[in-house]
C-alpha cells in the first residue's frame, strides 16, 4: 500500500492531555482489494440469478405465485398505503443518513464528504444499470425472463411490474458505498420497503433480489473505479492509541508501508509500530485461500477473518517465541485506532537484515546462531513459515534474531516445520553456498534432522522471494558458465541435496506431494462443468431426441462405424512406431494406443496420450531425450499432414458443389497471408522474437536430428506417415457411418472437413478428451452441412460414445496389462 503520510515527523510533548480529537488521513484515495472481490462476486450472483430465473422457470414461477397468492389476501388500499409510506421513507434514508454522519462526526466533514459523493455516483450508476436492466428485458429478453422478473400489476392486467424493484438499487449502492455505520435503521427501510412492495403485488422475489445485487455490486464498483478514502489513521491517533496503551510516545515518522518508527520519552525503547488494515487483510485472505487450497503445507487462514482476530494470531506467535527463548522482536502494546484498522508495537531491535550483510560477515559463528534460534522453535513445535533474508535480523553483536513472525503458527505440524529447515537452508545458501549452509545446519540441528528436510526441498515450499532468488541465481549461473565454455553445474536446490547425502547417503530424496490441488486439475474440473453445461444444453435444444436416435440406428452402419473406431487405434499405432528408429512391440504400441483412450479422460487435451507414449517409450529402454524427440517428430508431421487434410478437404468440399477453385482459394490466400502477417509481427518485435526463438530451439535442437536420423530408414518413416494419414480417414469414416446410421446423408468431404476443424478447436480446450468442446464443434460444423440440428446432435453423440466412451474400459484392461508386464 502506498505511503500518503509524508516523510515529516508528527509529535506530541507532555504526559497528560491528549491531543486535539484525531480522525483518520482522509489525505489520497486507495483501490481496496475488497471491492474488487466483491464486485467480481457481485457481477457472478447477479449473472447467476438471471440464469436461475430464466432456466429454473418452474421454481422461479411457483414461488412468485405462493408470493402473489399471500399478497391477495392484503387489502388493496393497505398495501397501496404501505408501499408509499415505505417509498417515501426509502427516498428520504440517503438524506438522513448523510445528515447524521456530518453532524456526528464535524472534525471529519472533509472525508465524509467525500464518501457521501461516492455513495452519490454509486446510486447514480446503480439507477442507470437498473433502467438499462428494465429495458432490456421489456424488449429483448426472452419470455420466460420476463415472466419470472415480472408479473401483471394488480387492477391493470395489461400493465406489469418492473423487473427491478423501484428505488432498492440506487439507496442501497448510496449506503454502501459512503460506508455508513448505521445498519439497523437502513436495513429495516429496506425490508419493509420490499415487504410493502411484495404485499401490493408491485414486485416479484425475483426483481427484489436483482434490486439488491444490483446496488451491492454497483456500489462496490464504484469503490474500486474511483478508490476510497485512505482508512489509515493520522500519526496523531497512532501516538492517541499508543498512549491509551500505556506508552509514552512522542513522535512517528513513517519507515515504510504502514510502519512508523516511533520515539519514547525519557529514555525508552523506540517502538517498530505495524499497522494492520482491512484491505490488507482481504487482498491477504485470497492468497491465503488458495495457498490453503492447494497446499498441504499452507497455513490456516484462521488469523485472516478479522482484524482482531488477526492482531491476536500475530501476538501469540510472537509470545511463544519469546517463551521458547527464541531471540525476537517483543511486543509492547497492540491496539485498534478506529474501526478499520489496529496495529501492533514492537520494542525496536537495531541491526541489518541478512541480505543487507556484506559476504564476509557471514561467518560460521553467525550461521550456527541462525539455525540454533530456528532450533529453539521446532522444540516448541512453532513454525515460522517466512524464513526468508528479511526475516533474520543481525544486531550489533552480531546475535541473529528472527523477525516477521505474523505468518508463524504453533503446534505445527511435522511437514511444516521440516518446511522451515528446508526453507532456511535455502536462504543460507543463496548467501554462503550450499556447503556452508549444510554444515552449519547440520552442527546444530544433526543430520537425521536436515535429512528429513531433504523431501521438502523444492520449489512450491519456498516463499515466492526465494523461488525469484534462485531463479535469478541459476540465470546468473548460467551466463557465467557461457562465458567461461565450462559445463553445466546442477541448480543449487540439487547441490543442497548432494551435500546433505554427503553426511546422509541414506537420506529419502523422494519429493513430498505437497500440492493438494494443482491449477491443471481446477481448470479441468472447470472445463468439466463447462462441457457438461455445452452438452446438456445441446440435448435440451435439439429438435429431435438424439438418444432415441441413437437407440434406433441402423444396425449395419452401426456396426461399420465400431469397426472403423477399432481400426483407428491401429493406425494410431503405425503412426506411432514409425517415428521411433528403435524395434518396439507392435501388439504393445497398439495396447498402449487404447490404453490412451482410458488417460485421455482423465486429462485435458492431448497431454495425457503425450505422457503415455513418452512412458511406454521409456520402459522400452529408449532414454528420455530421444523418447521426447521421436513424439516431437511424430507431432510436427502430424501437424503438416492434419493442414494438408485440411487443404484437401476444402477442395473436395468445393468440388462437389462445382466451384472448388473459388471456395478453396480464399482459405488458401487467407491462411498464408494470416501466417505471413503473425511470422511479421513477431519478427519486428524483439521479446517475441525471443519467446519464439525459445520456443524453436528443441525442434532445432532434439527433433530435426531425430527426423535425419529417421530419414536413414524410408521404410518405417513411410509406415509413420501412413498411420497418421489413416488415423484421421478412419476417424472421419466412424463419424460419416455415425451420420448414416442416423438416418442422415451428408457428403464424406464435409463430414471430413469438419471433424478435422472441430476436432483440433475442440482438444484445445482443457477438458479430458475435450468433452463439451468438441462436441460442441462437431454438432456446430455439422449442422451448417444442410444438416438438421436434432440429427446433427445424434451423430456426434453416437460418435463421442464409439470413440471417447465405450474405449474406457478396454483401455483402462489395456493400461493394468501393459503396467503388469513392465512396459508402463
Not at 459523493?117 to 446503480?126: H, K, Q, R, Y
Not at 469503490?223 to 476510497?228: E, K, L, N, Q, S
Not at 487435451?605 to 521426447?628: D, E, K, S, Y
Request: net charge positive; proline share 7%.
Amino acid at each position: 500500500m502506498a505511503d500518503v503520510t509524508g516523510s515529516a515527523a508528527i509529535s506530541t510533548t507532555g504526559d497528560t492531555g491528549d491531543p486535539a480529537p484525531p480522525g483518520i488521513s482522509g489525505t489520497g484515495r486507495i483501490r481496496q482489494p475488497a471491492a474488487l472481490i466483491r464486485l467480481l462476486a457481485g457481477l457472478a450472483a447477479t449473472a447467476l440469478a438471471l440464469l436461475s430465473a430464466d432456466y429454473a422457470r418452474a421454481t422461479t414461477n411457483g414461488l412468485a405465485e405462493d408470493v402473489a397468492a399471500a399478497a391477495a389476501l392484503v387489502p388493496h388500499p393497505l398495501g397501496g398505503v404501505a408501499t408509499g409510506l415505505t417509498t417515501a421513507a426509502l427516498l428520504l434514508l440517503p438524506g438522513f443518513s448523510a445528515a447524521h454522519r456530518l453532524l456526528r462526526a464535524p472534525a471529519d466533514r472533509r472525508h465524509v464528504l467525500q464518501q457521501l459523493a461516492d455513495g452519490v455516483l454509486a446510486a447514480v450508476l446503480a439507477y442507470g444499470v437498473s433502467l438499462a436492466v428494465d429495458l432490456w428485458i421489456d424488449g429483448h429478453a426472452p419470455f420466460s425472463l420476463v415472466s419470472a422478473l415480472t408479473q401483471p400489476l394488480p387492477g391493470d392486467p395489461l400493465a406489469r411490474t418492473e423487473p427491478v424493484y423501484g428505488y432498492l438499487a440506487p439507496v442501497l449502492a448510496f449506503l454502501t458505498a459512503s460506508a455508513a455505520r448505521e445498519r439497523r435503521v437502513p436495513w429495516t427501510v429496506l425490508t419493509l420497503s420490499a415487504l410493502a412492495g411484495l404485499a401490493a403485488g408491485a414486485a416479484t422475489p425475483t426483481a427484489l433480489l436483482l434490486g439488491v445485487l444490483i446496488g451491492w455490486t454497483a456500489a462496490h464498483g464504484t469503490r474500486w473505479a474511483v478508490g476510497t478514502p485512505d482508512p489509515r489513521p493520522r500519526p496523531t491517533l497512532l501516538l492517541h492509541s499508543l498512549r491509551e496503551a500505556g506508552l509514552r510516545p512522542v513522535s512517528a515518522v513513517p519507515a515504510g508501508p504502514d510502519r512508523y518508527l516511533v520515539r519514547q520519552q525519557d529514555g525508552r525503547p523506540e517502538l517498530d509500530v505495524r499497522l494492520l488494515d482491512r484491505q490488507a487483510v482481504t487482498a491477504a485472505l485470497v492468497q491465503r485461500a488458495w495457498r490453503r487450497l492447494r497446499l498441504r503445507t499452507a497455513p490456516h487462514p484462521r488469523a485472516l477473518c478479522s482484524l482482531r482476530n488477526g492482531l491476536e494470531h500475530e501476538a501469540l506467535v510472537s509470545y511463544a517465541a519469546v517463551a521458547a527463548g527464541v531471540r525476537t522482536r517483543r511486543i509492547a502494546a497492540t491496539a485498534e485506532p478506529c474501526p478499520d484498522t489496529a496495529l501492533v508495537a514492537y520494542e525496536r531491535l537495531p541491526g541489518r537484515t541478512l541480505d543487507e550483510l556484506a559476504d564476509e560477515e557471514l561467518t560460521d559463528a553467525l550461521l550456527a546462531d541462525a539455525w540454533g534460534q530456528l532450533a529453539l522453535l521446532q522444540r516448541r513445535a512453532i513454525a515460522h513459515r517466512a524464513l526468508a533474508p528479511s526475516a533474520l535480523l543481525v544486531d550489533g553483536a552480531g546475535a541473529v534474531h528472527l523477525v516477521n513472525l505474523a505468518d508463524g503458527d504453533i503446534a505445527a505440524g511435522e511437514l511444516v516445520l521440516r518446511s522451515d529447515v528446508a526453507q532456511l537452508l535455502t536462504t543460507l545458501a543463496l548467501r554462503t553456498g550450499a556447503e556452508r549452509s549444510v554444515r552449519a545446519a547440520v552442527a546444530v540441528l544433526g543430520p537425521d534432522a536436515v535429512a528429513a528436510a531433504l523431501p521438502l526441498l523444492q520449489p512450491i515450499a519456498l516463499t515466492p522471494g526465494t523461488r525469484h532468488a534462485l531463479k535469478r541465481a541459476a540465470r546468473d549461473a548460467q551466463a557465467a558458465q557461457a562465458t567461461a565454455a565450462a559445463p553445466p553445474a546442477p541448480d543449487l536446490l540439487e547441490q543442497i541435496r548432494a551435500e546433505v547425502l554427503r553426511s546422509r547417503p541414506q537420506a529419502p530424496v523422494r519429493p513430498v506431494r505437497l500440492e493438494r490441488l494443482r491449477p491443471r486439475t481446477l481448470l479441468a474440473v472447470g472445463g468439466g462443468a463447462v462441457a457438461g453445461w455445452l452438452l446438456l444444453s445441446q440435448f435440451f435444444a435439439a429438435d429431435r431426441n438424439p438418444i432415441a436416435a441413437v437407440a434406433d440406428a441402423d444396425p449395419f452402419w452401426l456396426s461399420l462405424a465400431l469397426l472403423t473406431a477399432a481400426a483407428s487405434h491401429v493406425m494410431g499405432a503405425m503412426g506411432f512406431v514409425g517415428f521411433v528408429p528403435e524395434r518396439l512391440n507392435f501388439r504393445n504400441a497398439v495396447l498402449a494406443q487404447v490404453a490412451g483412450s482410458f488417460v485421455k479422460l482423465v486429462s485435458p487435451g492431448g497431454v495425457g496420450g503425450v505422457a503415455l507414449n513418452t512412458r511406454f517409450l521409456q520402459r522400452a529402454g529408449i532414454p528420455t531425450a530421444q523418447a521426447l524427440s521421436s513424439i516431437g517428430v511424430g507431432q510436427l508431421l502430424g501437424l503438416v499432414l492434419h493442414l494438408l487434410q485440411v487443404g484437401a478437404f476444402i477442395y473436395l468440399t468445393g468440388a462437389e458443389t462445382g466451384d472448388s477453385e473459388r471456395d478453396a482459394l480464399p482459405f488458401v490466400v487467407g491462411g498464408l497471408a494470416v501466417a505471413g502477417a503473425l511470422l511479421a509481427a513477431v519478427s519486428a518485435i524483439a521479446p517475441a522474437r525471443r519467446w519464439l526463438a525459445a520456443r524453436l530451439r528443441p525442434l532445432t535442437a532434439e527433433v530435426l536430428p531425430r527426423l535425419v536420423e529417421l530419414l536413414r530408414n524410408p521404410g518405417r518413416l513411410a509406415v509413420g506417415f501412413a498411420g497418421q494419414l489413416m488415423v484421421s480417414i478412419a476417424l472421419i469414416a466412424c463419424l460419416y457411418c455415425c451420420a448414416l446410421a442416423v438416418g442422415q446423408h451428408p457428403a464424406f468431404a464435409a463430414v471430413g472437413l469438419v471433424f478435422l476443424v472441430g476436432n483440433a478447436a475442440g482438444n484445445a480446450a482443457p477438458t479430458p478428451g475435450g468433452a463439451g468442446f468438441v462436441d460442441t464443434a462437431l454438432v456446430t460444423g455439422l449442422a451448417a452441412t444442410s444438416m438438421e440440428y436434432g440429427g446433427a446432435v445424434a451423430t456426434v453423440t453416437l460418435f463421442r460414445l464409439l470413440t471417447l466412451v465405450l474405449p474406457v474400459l478396454p483401455g483402462w484392461a489395456a493400461f493394468s496389462w501393459l503396467q503388469r508386464r513392465g512396459a508402463l
